[in-house]
């Protein structure tokens, strides 16, 4: 739970330049305008063990007594003792703990000037200081939306102080018994009566949304670094495996290199600047080393294609030679084809000569021979185109 409260702990400036006819109790107006108690702590009756809360705001009225914001918090037992405390009783109307007391230190310069400093604000029954107390205690009643208007208004002005006078001088707090303190309703004269409690209460809850959206940010805050590491670990650790990877891809090839090449194309030295290079530049590197790689596989590829190839013409030469060997024959030297010039064939212009019978009868016969008598070649003739016969032997 959290308990806010608004109560004063200095008195105006004729009051508290006498008070006590003390002056190291009493504030002169330098004193009091100078004075800084925000984030000092609240204890109880000035225990220093009995830390209950802390002050959030102080704002300086026209006539010189100094205003403050409290904040209760905490969950243990104290701390819930004095939100409970400043709470009135329903039965009696009164707080157990309805003033303030200021603790301060007063130093005395050698220069005759003193300085006061504050140290801390109690919670207390009877402050020394009459005037002081505890005038507004934060309840669940939210304010109007016209009343936080008004209150807006007042902030957005840059007045820091509490706003408390109105068209008629300001009334002063009247003094009661312990038992039956009333505070005196003041109004203001801005956008319409707003009373002395209404304004503590708007402050108080602006005060509320002020924090609340500060824990947000800070929360938000908190994952956005949260966040911000996780990145940058991720990069470490990528960075880290780049390193080792590049290191390993530097040391494979340099010492395949090494192999490869001779001293002066690759030195020690040369592979000391590349392995220290795989260190500060991995991923640089990383893509050469994988660019080279290509290149060396596929030159060496082509050194086995190479190979292969000059490996078939040697055995085809081997071949030929021991073929013309065995066969004791030198190789045929290429036969040169002359270009051949065409013939053209012209008809001829004789007449074929045409031939008689008998004369075509005497050619015929002069094919035989002329052995015979006129006898036997007229036989011949005769039998020429005559299908000869022969004699059929029977089957039985």
Request: charged letters at 30%; hydrophobic letters at 30%.
């Amino acid at each position: 739970m959290v308990r806010y409260f608004i109560g004063s702990i200095l008195s105006p400036y004729e009051k508290e330049s006498v008070a006590e006819n003390d002056p190291t109790f009493g504030f002169t107006k330098a004193q009091a305008d100078s004075l800084d108690v925000v984030g000092k702590p609240i204890r109880m009756e000035h225990n220093k063990d009995m830390v209950v809360g802390k002050i959030v705001k102080q704002f300086a009225s026209d006539d010189g007594s100094l205003w403050v914001m409290g904040k209760l918090d905490g969950s243990g037992y104290q701390e819930r003792f004095a939100q409970y405390a400043v709470d009135k009783n329903p039965d009696t109307g009164g707080a157990y703990y309805q003033g303030l007391s200021l603790q301060h230190v007063h130093r005395q310069l050698a220069s005759g000037k003193s300085e006061k400093t504050a140290v801390e604000v109690s919670l207390v029954c009877e402050p020394r200081r009459s005037d002081c107390r505890i005038a507004y205690v934060d309840s669940d009643n939210i304010p109007d939306s016209d009343q936080i208007k008004n209150m807006e208004y007042i902030l957005k002005g840059g007045i820091n102080k509490m706003e408390t006078a109105t068209a008629n001088p300001p009334t002063e707090v009247k003094e009661v018994a312990q038992e039956n303190v009333e505070s005196v309703e003041q109004k203001t004269d801005i956008a319409g009566n707003m009373t002395k409690e209404q304004m503590m209460k708007i402050i108080i809850e602006q005060q509320k949304s002020l924090e609340v959206s500060k824990t947000t940010q800070n929360s938000e805050l908190e994952e956005l670094r949260q966040l911000k590491q996780e990145i940058e670990r991720q990069k470490a650790e990528e960075l880290k495996k780049e390193q080792e990877k590049s290191h390993a891809m530097a040391q494979s090839l340099v010492n395949d290199w090494s192999q490869q090449l001779d001293k002066d194309s690759m030195s020690d030295a040369q592979k000391t600047q590349i392995l220290e290079t795989a260190q500060k530049h991995p991923h640089e590197l990383i893509e050469l080393l994988r660019v080279a790689h290509c290149a060396s596989k596929k030159a060496k590829e082509a050194e086995a294609r190479f190979n292969e190839y000059k490996s078939l013409v040697e055995k085809t030469q081997l071949s030929q030679q021991f073929d013309q060997v065995m066969s004791k024959k030198k190789a045929p030297a290429p036969v040169v084809q002359q270009p051949q010039v065409p013939v053209v064939h012209a008809a001829s212009n004789k007449k074929r000569k045409t031939m008689s019978n008998p004369e075509l009868f005497l050619r015929a016969m002069s094919s035989f021979a002329p052995s015979g008598s006129a006898r036997d070649h007229m036989e011949q003739v005769s039998k020429i185109g005559v299908r000869k016969k022969y004699t059929r032997e029977s089957y039985y």
